[in-house]
T-cell receptor
């Protein structure tokens, strides 16, 4: 089992729709969770961080965390073509001394 | 505030040659990471520093890779000798805590 798992996609949604990206993690002691956006040929850009159970909203982005299910998700409302990118889930693992581990990324394509 | 700065942006070398990458983290960030990213994959941790101490280098191929972070600020990652399989993007990131990391532009290495 990978430490951080994401559906590799590609996920295709029409413009204006809600895109839902999912991530599961194996270390139950993990404490910090992040979503990064990576455009082709660019480096990852931090877009959301979440530390406690529940939802956290920032503009069109909502991160959701469920520690009991070891699950974190990212919702993008009113998706735009400019949201087309790879989204990386990252988990700061407590039981490995604070190692920041990334999933393989989910490619999102928003069609006009 | 300046972000994480890496150099060079691109490097092409012949196999068996040495190569070095440099990273200047965000001012005040005590944690520095070096990641390797292959095409279509998430970043994989090579080494993590807390100030000048390498606290996690379990994924660093120590027969050919070395890293240093003098005075707990700038860091250098070296490969000697380079192999064809080392072609990838090398990413540096820094954090002030809780794993919230910010990335530099990356160095794209091509070994021919």
């Amino acid at each position: 089992q990978k430490e951080v798992e994401q559906n590799s996609g590609p996920l295709s949604v029409p413009e204006g729709a809600i895109a839902s990206l999912n991530c599961t993690y194996s270390d139950r002691g993990s404490q910090s969770f992040f979503w990064y956006r990576q455009y082709s040929g660019k480096s990852p850009e931090l877009i959301m961080s979440i530390y406690s159970n529940g939802d956290k909203e920032d503009g069109r982005f909502t991160a959701q965390l469920n520690k009991a299910s070891q699950y974190v998700s990212l919702l993008i409302r009113d998706s735009q073509p400019s949201d087309s990118a790879t989204y990386l889930c990252a988990v700061n693992t407590y039981n490995q001394g604070g190692k920041l581990i990334f999933g393989q990324g989910t490619e999102l394509s928003v069609k006009p | 505030e300046a972000g994480v700065v890496q150099s060079p942006r691109y490097k092409i070398i012949e196999k068996k040659q040495p190569v070095a990458f440099w990273c200047n983290p965000i001012s005040g960030h005590n944690t520095l990471y070096w990641y390797l990213q292959n095409l279509g994959q998430g970043p994989e941790l090579l080494i993590r520093y807390e100030n000048e101490e390498a606290v996690d280098d379990s994924q660093l191929p120590k027969d050919r890779f070395s890293a240093e972070r003098l005075k707990g600020v700038d860091s250098t990652l070296k490969i000697q000798p380079a192999e064809l399989g080392d072609s990838a993007v090398y990413l540096c990131a820094s954090s002030s805590g809780r794993g919230k990391a910010f990335f530099g532009q990356g160095t794209r290495l091509t070994v021919v």
